[in-house]
């Protein structure tokens, strides 16, 4: 088997419903909250949500489909030239309601794709699913396993917000959380790196899986739906957040480097909100005494997307036309598990 040093990101895909919710309109039909700024808390003042009717193609599967379309319009390669799809959706409706396990999204994608000759399968580790798909992917590639691979996932998030709607009393139910999310898809295609201009440098997780209850998806059992339940003190607190600098600057301890020297141009964290991404930012320019590089974000616009939310971010970035060529960036997971981590890529000729 051949070994290839890195990967790189080569094309770049979203799908975004059309319709818009405000926060005032979400806040509206959740009478339990009274006068609680939702907006002053989440920083977050619209997102999108799904159309409910099957024949939008606005469910899970659906969405991830267009992503995928979207981002292998702007690559070189396509569906028959894939090796591998992976899909790392966390809600899985397809056909409008239906949850489906079997078989995974990413064989139908596969399928719908026309990638006929590509291994699939499906990845689940929470908001943090598709950086481990991608994970996974660079390191096949840098393997000589294969040569290019699709990274995707569609995601009905405010499924999780309808029935927090229903169900919440107060600002510290657990289903607060729910109110921060929005639908959207994304996808993302790798291939061997031949130029540093272009290069997935490294791409390190941690997944502490006894934390789990901290952030818990299932059937609520309370009324018909899907509930999200989450202890947002212990999710943000200090302590959990001191885990990504300590992490990734053990991880350039051991190889005598240091993340001033990394140079980073942009940073991405997890699109949780406004709050959250202005506090991890500060808690580790604390640890790794050393000032941030500059944060991107989309989650005023866009809530907490869950999977997508790192590359719906790079994508508008780069589409916005402002990037500069050869720029570094830094994307930093935060997921339930607990999971933390680091990707550290420059990208110089990305199809967006």
């Known amino acids: 088997m051949s070994t290839t040093a890195h990967s790189r990101i080569e094309a770049l895909g979203v799908c975004l419903p059309a319709a818009v919710q405000t926060t005032p309109q979400l806040a509206a039909l959740v009478p339990g909250l009274g006068d609680v700024d939702i907006e002053k808390i989440t920083g977050i003042t619209e997102r999108r949500v799904y159309d409910p009717e099957p024949a939008s193609g606005e469910d899970s599967f659906g969405m991830a489909l267009a992503a995928a379309r979207d981002a292998l319009e ?16 966390i809600t899985r409706f397809k056909d409008g309601d239906r949850f489906t396990f079997e ?34 992917l660079d390191r096949m590639i840098r ?20 029935t927090a709607a229903r169900e919440m009393t107060d600002s510290y139910d657990p289903q607060f959380a729910s109110l921060s999310v929005g639908d959207s898809a994304a996808a993302v295609v790798l291939d061997v790196s031949t130029d540093a201009a272009d290069r997935i440098h490294y791409i390190e997780l941690m997944t502490c899986s006894e934390y789990s209850h901290l952030c818990m998806g299932m059937p609520s059992d ?4 899907i509930s999200l339940y989450t202890d947002n003190k212990k999710m943000h607190d200090r302590d959990r957040l001191k885990l990504w ?53 989309v989650v005023e616009r866009y809530g907490n997307t869950a999977t997508t939310s790192h590359f719906l971010t790079l ?38």
């Not at 064989?107 to 481990?132: K, P």
């Not at 589409?319 to 110089?348: E, F, M």
Request: hydrophobic fraction near 45%; proline fraction near 4%.
């Open 245 to 297: 600098p300590r992490f990734h600057g053990d991880f350039l301890a051991k190889r005598g480097r240091a993340f001033a020297g990394e140079e980073f141009d942009f940073v991405i964290q997890h699109q949780v909100g406004t709050r959250f991404i202005d506090y991890a930012n500060q808690t580790a320019e604390a640890e790794f005494a050393a000032p941030m590089p500059t944060s991107l974000a």
């Open 74 to 89: 702007s690559s070189r390669y396509g569906a028959a030239d894939l090796d591998i799809v992976i899909s790392a959706s």
């Open 222 to 225: 309370r009324t018909p739906g």
């Open 143 to 162: 393997s000589g396993a294969v040569r290019r691979g699709l990274v995707v996932s569609g995601e009905q998030a405010t499924r999780v917000a309808q």
């Open 103 to 136: 078989p995974s999204f990413a064989a139908m994608l596969a399928r719908e794709l026309g990638a006929r000759s590509a291994i699939h399968f499906d990845v689940s580790n929470a908001c943090a699913g598709m950086m481990t798909g991608v994970w996974l």
């Open 315 to 352: 994508c508008e970035h780069l589409r916005a036309g402002s990037a500069r060529p050869g720029a570094k960036y830094l994307l930093v997971p935060a997921a339930s598990g607990v999971v933390t981590g680091a990707l550290s890529a420059t990208l110089t000729n990305v199809g967006v």
